[in-house]
């Protein structure tokens, strides 16, 4: 059973307009959020994160929204680059644990020009 | 890139046989994990490592073994390699306290035949 779920496995968006990428989670001990990006022959990268204790984090054109009631988060990019073309994985853990992630299973993101 | 290498970058083995994979950081973090990248099913967790001697399972941990006798190193050992085990490895490290640091190394593209 994925407890970290992406639903979307690919995106398009034209350059300079949004792309939000949706992550969905089923364990309520999670309490940290994190994205990853990865481009191939590349390990992941981190992006982004959030705790539980938040609704939104943001890092310049990066922002991550938290929905705890809905077991829900997303991540936007604004305004979206080519250079942004990659897989975005959204991940989890609860700080009780070894803080091994859970991760989901991706969404690969394509910025058109 | 922050002190995390793997080796080898890709290998190709024969159905039976043992491999052994390593990873290697330069600064001393405690706690270091091994995730497979399958298609489909995003990064999991194989084994992790909480210091020296010390590791436990993650989720698909059957068939996999490791070791860990300094804080360096932390190999990945499949026993007698099948088809399945065909995979990208990737071997990640977490800084201390910070609860979004961690980092992956570059991974390690191996093939079953």
């Known amino acids: 059973d994925q407890q970290v779920k992406q639903n979307s496995p690919s995106l398009s968006v034209q350059e300079g307009r949004i792309s939000i990428l949706n992550c969905d989670y089923t364990?309520?001990?999670?309490?940290?959020f994190l994205w990853y990006k990865k481009y191939p022959a590349e390990g992941p990268t981190f992006l982004i994160s959030?705790?539980?204790?938040?609704d939104k984090n943001e890092d310049g054109r990066f922002t991550v929204f938290l929905n705890k009631s809905a077991k829900h988060l997303s991540l936007h990019i604004v305004p979206s680059q080519p250079g942004d073309s990659a897989v975005y994985f959204c991940?989890?853990?609860?700080?009780?644990?070894?803080?091994?992630?859970?991760f989901g299973s991706g969404t690969q993101l394509t910025v058109l020009p | 890139d922050a002190g995390i290498t793997q080796s080898p970058r890709h290998k190709v083995t024969e159905t039976g046989t043992p491999v052994t994979l390593r990873c290697h950081q330069t600064?001393?973090?405690?706690?270091m994990y091994w995730y497979r990248q399958d298609p489909g099913h995003g990064l999991r967790l194989i084994h992790y490592?909480?210091?020296?001697?010390?590791?436990d399972k993650g989720e698909v941990s059957d068939g996999y073994s490791v070791s860990r006798s300094k804080t360096e190193d932390f190999l990945l050992t499949l026993e007698s390699a099948t088809s399945s085990q065909t995979s990208v490895y990737f071997c990640?490290?977490?800084?201390?306290?910070?609860?979004?640091?961690?980092?992956f190394g570059s991974g390690t593209r191996l093939t079953v035949v």
């Open positions: 490592s909480y210091g020296v001697k010390d590791t």
């Open positions: 990640a490290i977490k800084f201390e306290g910070d609860n979004y640091g961690y980092t």
């Open positions: 600064e001393n973090h405690r706690y």
């Open positions: 959030i705790s539980s204790i938040k």
């Open positions: 991940a989890a853990f609860f700080s009780g644990s070894a803080r091994q992630l859970t």
């Open positions: 364990n309520s001990m999670f309490d940290y």
